[in-house]
């Protein structure tokens, strides 16, 4: 019986997993248009400035919570997290944005601002991926989202690329595994195009590739209709893998070094219970893949993930 239920759900995915694959096909066709444009020096350049010069080139993280950053206030992955970037991030600057501060460090373009005021997808998680974008291009540093944890500090290696964020590794071992787990996002297809992890980027300040991702997506919000739902929710992965990933993108000889974007999800895997029995322990996880990606979004996982750290002594 469960064989059969597995069997059906394992269908239900895969369809829903064909009509995930149609949209980025169309997701695609339109940046593709836009950067097309770019290259003809129709889009223009949203400049920024850094208001405290000081900072610039430092190696600063840069996080953000819109809300209040009120400790009483915040989801307990989100302290989780944040209490673990202050233990292994005592070296650099740590710097917190919510929506009051993140004018005190850049002056988002205007087309920004009108949008966030008047499109209704333009969403705090949509917005986090411009506010990174021209925090790194403005100050260069490491953005990490709220729900990064950390079990060690960041490899010196990391600071020293041009930039870098997690990719799909043509490499990665147990691949049909997975799949299965996360269907709708690590997959190896080669019209699948959600292949990097946003939440965790490192650059120097003015990098190119960070610099083009950002005219890119202000000139997708200038350019759309407000009454039009996007496409697909992670457009900002589809446009760097045509702008940066593939063979035959225009940056893609200023890609950085490929290294898994799955592993970094191995915690929060095992926290909702979808760990395979034969993939390795969680002291060994953390031991090789010491940033991981936790996630606010699945509430009931949360008693799971306490345990399985205070098991392992990192609670």
């Not at 695609?28 to 836009?34: G, I, M, P, T």
């Not at 673990?84 to 919510?98: E, F, K, N, T």
């Not at 411009?130 to 990490?144: D, N, Q």
């Not at 960070?210 to 200038?222: G, K, N």
Request: glycine share 2%.
């Amino acid at each position: 019986m469960w064989d059969l239920i597995s069997a059906i759900k394992e269908l239900n995915h895969e369809r829903v997993y064909r009509r995930f694959l149609r949209k980025h096909r169309r997701q695609a066709a339109l940046w593709s248009s836009y950067i097309e444009d770019y290259y003809q020096g129709k889009v223009p350049k949203y400049w920024l400035l850094p208001k405290k010069p000081e900072l610039v080139g430092k190696r600063v993280v840069w996080q953000y919570w819109g809300q209040s950053l009120d400790r009483a206030t915040l989801p307990e992955v989100t302290r989780i997290s944040f209490d673990s970037i202050d233990s292994y991030c005592r070296a650099h600057q740590v710097i917190r944005l919510s929506d009051e501060t993140v004018s005190d460090y850049v002056d988002m373009p205007p087309v920004i601002l009108e949008a966030l005021n008047s499109d209704p997808y333009l969403s705090r998680s949509v917005y986090s991926d411009l506010l990174r974008l021209a925090l790194l291009e403005a100050y260069g540093g490491v953005w990490l989202d709220a729900t990064i944890y950390l079990d060690r500090e960041l490899d010196p290696w990391y600071w020293e690329q041009d930039f870098f964020v997690f990719q799909r590794d043509p490499e990665q071992s147990h691949k049909r595994d997975w799949h299965r787990a996360l269907p709708f996002y690590c997959s190896w297809d080669e019209d699948f195009m959600t292949n990097m992890l946003s939440s965790v980027f490192f650059a120097q300040p003015g990098s190119e590739v960070v610099s083009t991702l950002f005219d890119l997506l202000c000139y997708y919000w200038q350019e759309r209709d407000p009454k039009e739902k996007p496409i697909m929710y992670l457009f900002f992965q589809v446009l760097f893998d045509l702008l940066v990933r593939r063979e035959e993108a225009p940056l893609h000889h200023l890609n950085c070094p490929v290294r898994s974007n799955a592993d970094i999800e191995s915690l929060q895997l095992m926290a909702v219970g979808r760990w395979p029995e034969h993939f390795p322990p969680v002291e060994e996880v953390l031991r090789d893949h010491p940033i991981q990606k936790l996630s606010n979004r699945v509430p009931h996982s949360v008693p799971r993930l306490k345990q399985i750290l205070q098991e392992a002594g990192r609670l």
